[in-house]
């Protein structure tokens, strides 16, 4: 973090919490109450949507106030307005919950320092994610994710750069919004296509994280490495092991991929999140069993021609 102020800019300090002090008790429940609050900006629809009352709510979002020294909300009429203070610090309270649902159900714990996520439900849906080091792109399995690496240093990140067009068709393309994270462009040759079939694989344009299959869990999966890679404007190189059909309602079949995400930029200079991904020929993921990967379609693959 820069610690030089710019000269002449006002400063609001806020006052840090002591380490020595603990953490306020039901911290959690008051970052939901703020978060929800932010979301609706209304009092009676963040009681009903937290089944909790007015008092509750108000003396969480008070307790906040307090420990940070600066109000979160203005208050006109009945009408909530977030603060600067509360623009600022909304996104960490986001990600804290995320962070936090997955943990406590035991879905979120690193490895050797890197993230791990793991996820199965009923219906024979399962989801694991292993973080790896970057260094894995350099032992030749994927020469599509290698070739994905040097367009994004080469374009520095500009997606209608010349130096990306030759990766361009095996990619997806994320935005971020209001309803969360939405695919706005999916590669005619990209892993993803060659999974579901062009046909399907287009109506995927628009759609938010939380209607792709696993739904918000899965969306909360995401949004992790995704939120990591929009922050650091870098790279993040992950192992995904799952069982996902090839069409609507189809029996859920074994998939291993890996997923490089790269920061990048549309033409009008705003944060675009590229996805390239390629089927995994090793497996990095512990306890995850090799036998996976010959279960495998055999058609699931990328033809890299570049």
């Known amino acids: 973090m820069n610690q030089h102020l710019i000269a002449n800019e006002p400063v609001n300090p806020v006052p840090p919490l002591s380490l020595k002090e603990p953490a306020p008790p039901l911290l959690f429940e008051m970052i939901r109450s703020f978060v929800t609050l932010a979301n609706t900006l209304n009092l009676s629809h963040a009681v009903a949507e937290l089944n909790s009352t007015r008092q509750t709510v108000r003396r969480h979002i008070q307790q906040l106030e307090d420990a940070m020294g600066a109000p979160l909300f203005e208050i006109d009429a009945r009408r909530y307005t977030l603060t600067q203070t509360g623009v600022d610090a909304l996104p960490a309270a986001r990600d804290i919950l995320a962070r936090s649902k997955l943990w406590i159900e035991g879905k979120s714990r690193h490895m050797q320092g890197?993230?791990?996520?793991?996820y199965e439900d009923k219906t024979g849906?399962?989801?694991?994610?292993?973080?790896?080091?970057?260094?894995?792109?350099?032992?030749?399995e994927s020469p599509m994710l290698q070739?994905?690496?040097?367009?994004?240093?080469?374009?520095?990140?500009?997606?209608?750069s010349e130096a990306f067009r030759?990766?361009?068709?095996?990619?997806?393309?994320?935005?971020?919004?209001?309803?969360?994270?939405?695919?706005?462009?999916?590669?005619?040759?990209?892993?993803?296509?060659?999974?579901?079939?062009w046909a399907n694989a287009r109506s995927s344009i628009g759609r938010p994280l939380k209607q792709f299959t696993g739904g918000p869990d899965f969306e909360d999966m995401l949004n992790y490495a995704f939120?990591?890679?929009?922050?650091?404007?870098g790279l993040r190189l992950d192992e995904v092991v799952t069982r996902v059909p090839r069409e609507e309602g189809g029996t859920p079949m074994p998939l291993a991929y890996k997923r490089l995400l790269m920061a990048g930029r549309f033409p009008d200079k705003s944060f675009a999140l590229i996805a390239a991904i390629d089927r995994s020929s090793t497996l990095n993921i512990a306890g995850v069993d090799r036998a996976f990967l010959d279960s495998m379609p055999a058609d699931a693959k990328v033809n890299f021609d570049g």
């Open 147 to 160: 070739a994905a690496l040097d367009a994004w240093t080469e374009s520095r990140g500009l997606l209608e």
């Open 227 to 233: 939120r990591e890679v929009q922050a650091t404007k």
């Open 166 to 197: 030759i990766i361009r068709p095996y990619v997806l393309v994320y935005r971020d919004s209001p309803s969360g994270w939405i695919c706005t462009e999916v590669g005619e040759k990209s892993f993803y296509t060659r999974w579901w079939g």
């Open 125 to 140: 849906w399962s989801f694991y994610q292993q973080q790896q080091p970057l260094s894995l792109l350099w032992d030749g």
């Open 114 to 118: 890197l993230q791990r996520l793991s």
